[in-house]
């Protein structure tokens, strides 16, 4: 039997809405299961993604175009270009140790720490979020609202990204200089760039949380993220994933400029873009897109799904 226009319509908005789970409705973890299962996801992040990175860092740091492999060749292995493969590939490991501290501590800070952020919005502000979006949609959004305020307040740690992203991509800049001379040299200047850093981290973990919430809210119609399958955890963190790296992706590679030059020779942001856009134009805002995408994507898929699915698991465990 053919269905009304009106039977017709219910189903259409059947089929695209959410659980209409409410805000305030929340599962909390336990603060150790919450640190150990970001930790973990870190740690494997880093033994298997760390070379990715750095390629990717050294593309976006790159000025001009590349036009033929030879080229491609000496920006990403520098000189190690004419390098045996094993000699190219071990030059993709420069600052593991800045790399290790940051990418732990990032990964602790940011997948260990949204969840107490969502906590005191779905206890505080939850019914806001339901009166203003709806439920379901209110939740999804309160997700991401908790994952920008995280990715903001990521700063601090910001010192050892620098120093990382140096390492991979101007090592001169150390000048023979260790870690601790390098900080009593140059104090806050490790912090150069925070506000392209905090313009790029608050849209793109809002993406992040965000894009993982909805999956789960409108594709698989769950109620309790937390209940989500190792299958599911995945789906949604592609869904996340690609949609923070495609949103931050010009302010990434701003942060990326500002930072990789020489301690005595910095570069404001906007001259930075000023300069872009007049010599490289504005496809250049995207430049190392496509690997980060293809390689960075994964790294960070791999890192939120195994949070995702290691925090509950090891709540249950406790």
């Not at 313009?199 to 209940?227: C, I, Q, T, V």
Request: hydrophobic fraction near 45%.
């Amino acid at each position: 039997m053919t269905p009304s226009p009106k039977e017709a319509v219910a189903k259409a908005a059947n089929a695209v809405a959410g659980t209409s789970s409410s805000a305030t409705q929340f599962k909390k973890e336990s603060g150790a299961a919450r640190v150990l299962g970001a930790g973990c996801a870190g740690i494997a992040e880093l033994m298997v993604f760390h070379p990715v990175d750095t390629t990717a860092k050294r593309l976006m740091s790159n000025y001009g175009k590349i036009t033929s492999a030879a080229q491609l060749n000496s920006v990403v292995f520098r000189n190690k270009a004419d390098a045996s493969i094993p000699g190219r590939f071990f030059s993709l490991f420069p600052g593991l140790g800045y790399a290790a501290a940051y990418k732990i501590l990032q990964r602790v800070y940011k997948y260990g720490g949204q969840p107490y952020v969502r906590d005191y919005l779905a206890s505080n502000h939850g019914s806001s979020f339901d009166n203003a979006f709806g439920k379901g949609n209110g939740k999804a959004i309160m997700h991401a609202t908790a994952g920008s305020i995280i990715g903001v307040g990521e700063i601090v740690i910001l010192p050892l990204d620098v120093l990382k992203i140096k390492r991979q991509t101007n090592p001169e800049a150390f000048r023979g200089r260790g870690l601790f001379k390098i900080v009593a040299d140059e104090g806050f200047g490790l912090y150069r760039g925070w506000g392209w850093t905090a313009a790029r981290n608050a849209p793109g973990s809002f993406a992040l949380f965000g894009g993982s919430a909805a999956a789960k809210e409108y594709f698989f119609k769950l109620s309790d993220y937390n209940a989500a399958s190792w299958y599911q955890n995945f789906i949604a963190s592609i869904a996340g994933a690609s949609a923070s790296l495609i949103v931050s992706s010009p302010l990434d590679v701003i942060k990326t400029r500002i930072q990789n030059r020489n301690f005595d020779n910095p570069e404001s942001g906007f001259k930075i873009i000023s300069k872009m856009m007049r010599n490289e134009g504005f496809s250049s805002f995207f430049k190392g897109l496509t690997p980060k995408l293809l390689m960075t994507g994964p790294k960070l898929v791999f890192s939120f799904w195994l949070a995702q699915t290691l925090i509950p698991a090891f709540d249950k465990m406790m």
